[in-house]
């Protein structure tokens, strides 16, 4: 059974840092692309940070120097540090795990980041 369990999220204030977790099981962590993705409130669901399988990543524009993705295959673990947030970071943030090739696709329950003062 696969599971992706994101943990650290929650309120902070503008200017403050978080760092989310993906915690994966089930799955043979090291052959995956992870993602971090997030939801706003009437909005669609959109990729923020990737990390290849084999290390490189690749962040949307609006986060590029405040946001770091990085893996740890040993503890089967993603994270997403987030630096200098600001209000339009607020989101619901969701762990995704993914291998085009074999249409494989995993996502995590996601957890809520609300960056207000």
């Known amino acids: 059974q696969v599971q992706l369990v994101e943990s650290g999220g929650g309120l902070v204030q503008p200017g403050g840092s978080l760092r989310l977790s993906c915690a994966a099981s089930?799955?043979?962590?090291?052959?995956?692309?992870m993602g971090w993705y997030r939801q706003a409130p009437g909005k669609q669901r959109e990729l923020v940070a990737a990390?290849?399988?084999?290390?490189?990543?690749n962040y949307i524009d609006s986060v590029k120097g405040r946001f770091t993705i990085s893996r740890d295959n040993v503890k089967n673990t993603v994270y997403l540090q987030m630096n200098s947030l600001k209000p339009e970071d607020t989101a619901v943030y969701y762990c995704?795990?993914?291998?085009?090739?074999?249409?494989?696709?995993?996502w995590g329950q996601g957890t809520q980041v609300t960056v207000s003062s």
């Open positions: 995704n795990a993914r291998r085009t090739i074999y249409r494989w696709d995993y």
């Open positions: 990390i290849s399988r084999g290390g490189p990543t």
């Open positions: 089930g799955i043979i962590f090291n052959i995956y692309d």
